[in-house]
């Protein structure tokens, strides 16, 4: 099992810029595909991006690509977030989820561990 507490939340306003992180219990944290999802009020949970476990393969949704940047240091169980150019459509509870078979995933269902979230907002 792994344990995952994300932080590095907050407010910022259009254009700006912050950057999550999610901190991962265990030993056998190279052994998990990563990813980040988002839910906005009063809309589903959806896919933001995902890193394979080795660092090599990244993946964004349309909606982030060129944003955002996934990022991950299996020395430290780290995986960051960094989020450019913000808009008020970034506003959402941001999630942390591992996923323990091999390949990278777009789906909730695929991933069995996730954090408490972290709450974004980007004022316009």
């Known amino acids: 099992q792994v344990q995952l507490v994300e932080s590095g939340g907050g407010l910022v306003q259009a254009g700006g810029s912050l950057r999550l992180s999610c901190a991962a219990s265990?030993?056998?944290?190279?052994?998990?595909?990563m990813a980040w999802f988002r839910q906005a009020p009063g809309k589903e949970r959806e896919f933001v991006t995902t890193?394979?476990?080795?660092?090599?393969?990244?993946y964004y949704a349309d909606s982030v690509k060129g944003r955002f940047t996934i990022s991950r240091d299996n020395a430290k169980n780290t995986i960051d977030l960094q989020m450019n150019s913000l808009k008020p459509e970034d506003t959402a509870v941001y999630y942390c989820?591992?996923?323990?078979?091999?390949?990278?995933?777009?789906?909730?269902?695929?991933?069995?561990?996730w954090g408490q979230g972290t709450q974004v907002t980007v004022s316009s």
């Open positions: 989820a591992a996923r323990d078979q091999i390949g990278t995933s777009f789906y909730i269902r695929d991933y069995a561990y």
């Open positions: 265990g030993r056998t944290f190279s052994s998990y595909v």
């Open positions: 890193i394979s476990r080795t660092g090599r393969s990244t």
